[in-house]
């Protein structure tokens, strides 16, 4: 009987479900796990994000082709359809799914990890790394990550809704070779994928599309704003709106400056660091 932990990622995805994966993963010691992304190209790296143990299988389909019946599974993704959904939770002994839906539900044999459910069977939590949880000296006055992937070349095509805050910005995973080069000679000060960590952690203001950032820069004692793109799921929206985060749409630029305007760190409220938490739900669900 195997554990697995299956992740949605890839170019047009982005890596917020594959960040707080391999939060879980860590923060689940020496549990013996596999992490199954639907991207080779991250999984390649994983070992990078402190995950041991990853496979690249293209397409959420594929699980059956690595899990056997009885199996263990964790599943972050919204790819599957709901017969599909109730294939996989009589396919594993125990099915743990992650939901980012305030209408949700736990259906019959699964759990659930949510942030805004709460019942038997139900974790309810968002996930953060502990290392968010310390405040670093704030040394960027003002970053920009729009996320992971920008297939379409939002930023370029939205340039001017950012382009005179002269912010620093973070360059995503999946970004083109090409697009890279354009954006280091567009701002005057950027970083690599791989200084995530620090920009996150260092940022005071961090004006980001990316969901799992926003939580980060939160709990770094940063004051976040996010960007809902029209691409993504605006379902974390209710979830920053307990914490007072901003929220700007359709790339309102008066409203952005509006915000920056009045912005004060007060008017945030603090995320609790829920690690420990998580981890005992899963262990004890594992059992």
């Known amino acids: 009987m195997k554990f697995y932990y299956y992740v949605h990622t890839g170019h047009r995805i982005g890596l917020d479900r594959f ?19 639907s991207d080779y190209r991250i999984a390649q790296v994983a070992r990078d994000f402190g995950v041991d143990k990853s496979v690249g299988i293209d397409v959420v389909r594929n699980i059956p082709h690595i899990a056997v019946h009885g199996d263990k599974m964790i599943f972050d993704s919204e790819e599957a359809n709901p017969i599909m959904l109730d294939d996989m939770r009589n396919f594993f002994s125990t099915f743990i799914r992650i939901s980012d839906d305030k209408d949700d539900n736990k259906k019959q044999n699964e759990l659930l990890i949510s942030p805004y459910l ?21 040394t960027i006055k003002i970053a920009y990550f729009f996320g992971d992937d920008d297939y379409e070349k939002d930023i370029e095509k939205h340039l001017d809704f950012i382009q005179d805050l002269k912010p620093d910005i973070l360059l995503g995973f999946y970004y083109f070779l090409d697009y890279e080069e354009f954006l280091k000679k567009t701002f005057s000060n950027y970083y ?5 960590d620090e920009v996150i952690q260092k940022s005071e203001i961090l004006i980001t599309a990316s969901p799992q950032a926003v939580l980060e820069n939160l709990a770094s004692g940063g004051k976040p704003i996010y960007i809902q793109r029209e691409d993504y799921t605006s379902k974390f929206q209710p979830l920053f709106r307990k914490f007072g985060v901003p929220i700007i749409k359709d790339y309102n630029k008066n409203y952005l400056y509006l915000v920056l305007e009045t912005l004060s760190r007060d008017k945030y409220k603090n995320v609790i660091q829920n690690g420990d938490k998580i981890a005992d739900f899963i262990k004890e669900c594992i059992k």
């Not at 069977?121 to 000296?137: A, R, T």
């Open 118 to 138: 709460e019942e038997e069977g139900i974790c309810s939590s968002y996930v953060i790394d502990d290392k968010y949880f310390v405040n670093h000296e704030k």
């Open 192 to 196: 690599e994928f791989e200084e995530y």
């Open 19 to 37: 960040r707080r994966a391999c939060t879980i993963i860590r923060s689940l010691g020496d549990i013996d796990i596999t992490l199954l992304c």
